[in-house]
C-alpha cells in the first residue's frame, strides 16, 4: 500500500505542472477570449434589443400613420358621396322642374288646341246651319216650284 501511494504521490507532484498549466490556460481563455466575447456579445445583444425597440417603434409610427391616412380617405370618401348624393338631389330637382315646366307647357297648348278646336266647330256648326238653312231654302225652291206648278 505505501508504494501504491508513493505511486501516486509521483503521479500527482508529475502532474502538478500540467495541472498548473491548465489553470494558467483556463485564466488565460478567461481574460483573453470569454471576457472580451462576452462584452462584444453584451453589446450586440444590447444594440439588436435597441434596434428592435427602434423597429417596434418604427413600425408602430407606420401603423398610426396608416391608421390617420385611412381614417382622411375614409372621410375625403364620405366628403365625395355627399357631394355625390347633393348633386344627384339638384339635378332630381332640376329634371323635376324641367318636367313640371314641359307638363303645364304642353298642358297648356292641349287646352289652346281644345279651345281651338272648339272656336273651330263653333264656326263650322254656324257655317253648317247657314248651308243647311241656304240648302233647305234651295230644297224647297225646287220642290215647290215643281210641286205648285211654278207660282212661287
Do not use: C
Not at 112 to 135: H, I, P, S
Amino acid at each position: 500500500m505505501q508504494e501504491v501511494l508513493q505511486q501516486l504521490g509521483g503521479l500527482v507532484l508529475g502532474s502538478l505542472p500540467t495541472l498548473i498549466l491548465f489553470i494558467l490556460l483556463v485564466l488565460a481563455y478567461q481574460f483573453l477570449v470569454q471576457g472580451p466575447l462576452s462584452r462584444t456579445l453584451a453589446v450586440r445583444r444590447a444594440r439588436t434589443s435597441g434596434a428592435m425597440e427602434e423597429a417596434n417603434k418604427a413600425i408602430a409610427a407606420a401603423a398610426a400613420r396608416t391608421e390617420d391616412y385611412a381614417g382622411k380617405l375614409r372621410h375625403a370618401r364620405a366628403e365625395i358621396f355627399r357631394a355625390r348624393e347633393q348633386r344627384l338631389q339638384q339635378w332630381a330637382q332640376e329634371r323635376d322642374a324641367a318636367v313640371d315646366a314641359a307638363r303645364k307647357s304642353a298642358m297648356q297648348h292641349v287646352l289652346e288646341a281644345k279651345l281651338g278646336l272648339e272656336a273651330e266647330a263653333g264656326e263650322a256648326r254656324k257655317t253648317l246651319v247657314t248651308g243647311a238653312d241656304q240648302l233647305a231654302e234651295q230644297v224647297v225652291r225646287a220642290v215647290i216650284p215643281a210641286a205648285a206648278g211654278g207660282s212661287r
